[in-house]
Antibody, heavy 124, light 107 residues
Framework: EVQLVESGGGLVQPGGSLRLSCAASGFTFSAHYMDWVRQGPGGGLEWVGRTRNKANGYTTEYAASVKGRFTISRDDSKSSLYLQMDSLKTEDSAVYYC???????????????WGQGTLVTVSS | DIQLTQSPSFLSASVGDRVTITCRASQGISSYLVWYQQKPGKAPKLLIYSASTLQSGVPSRFSGSGSGTEFTLTISSLQPEDFATYYCQQLNSYPRTFGPGTKVDIK
């Protein structure tokens, strides 16, 4: 059974940093692209970014709203995904989900498994 | 960026009703559209990919159609467990944008 478990959320002051983790199990983590998606207090879903697999150079993509402040990385030996968040703003407050990407070609790169989410609150 | 709009944003329906939700893209995205269902306090769940392909395990009362800029999600006979919020997402280009959601509530 595919499992994704996020951790690392919490309360942080504006300008601060936080590192989220996502522990994966039940599938070959190294083969998959992995994404982060967040859901703010207003309820809408916002794609944060992606890390591709080793075969595709571990390259990354980011939403404009987080580019330059957030860094996505992975450790295939630990089946773990990370989101380093720096220079946090109040508008980054959200539930952060990690999501498994089903395939590596266009039209197959939807999210077929999600974690339960971890809450990040940015406030003074 | 490709913008997605959904209509209606909210709908109230009864068990057994046929429900249709529309997702429109700001530019053509072929069939690179997926639908998710989200219940309160839970992560989204994949329902349909490639605009019309039902994810394994999803009941056949769910169906999707469309291509280009206009897409629909239809629930043929609404069941109690279908009351939730539905989101569309495009896979045509980065950033991978979502629609704002359609909340389906009990009449």
């Amino acid at each position: 059974e595919v499992q994704l478990v996020e951790s690392g959320g919490g309360l942080v002051q504006p300008g601060g940093s936080l590192r989220l983790s996502c522990a994966a199990s039940g599938f070959t983590f190294s083969a998959h692209y992995m994404d982060w998606v967040r859901q703010g207090p207003g309820g809408g879903l916002e794609w944060v970014g992606r890390t591709r697999n080793k075969a595709n150079g571990y390259t990354t993509e980011y939403a404009a709203s987080v580019k330059g402040r957030f860094t996505i990385s992975r450790d295939d030996s630990k089946s773990s995904l990370y989101l380093q968040m720096d220079s946090l703003k109040t508008e980054d407050s959200a539930v952060y989900y990690c999501a498994r990407v089903s395939g590596t070609v266009v039209d197959t790169d939807y999210f077929d498994s999600w974690g339960q989410g971890t809450l990040v609150t940015v406030s003074s | 960026d490709i913008q997605l709009t959904q209509s209606p944003s909210f709908l109230s329906a009864s068990v057994g009703d046929r429900v249709t939700i529309t997702c429109r893209a700001s530019q053509g995205i072929s069939s690179y559209l997926v639908w998710y269902q989200q219940k309160p306090g839970k992560a989204p769940k994949l329902l349909i990919y490639s605009a019309s392909t039902l994810q394994s395990g999803v009941p056949s009362r769910f169906s999707g159609s469309g291509s280009g800029t206009e897409f629909t999600l239809t629930i043929s006979s609404l069941q109690p467990e279908d009351f939730a919020t539905y989101y569309c997402q495009q896979l045509n280009s980065y950033p991978r944008t979502f629609g704002p959601g359609t909340k389906v509530d009990i009449k």
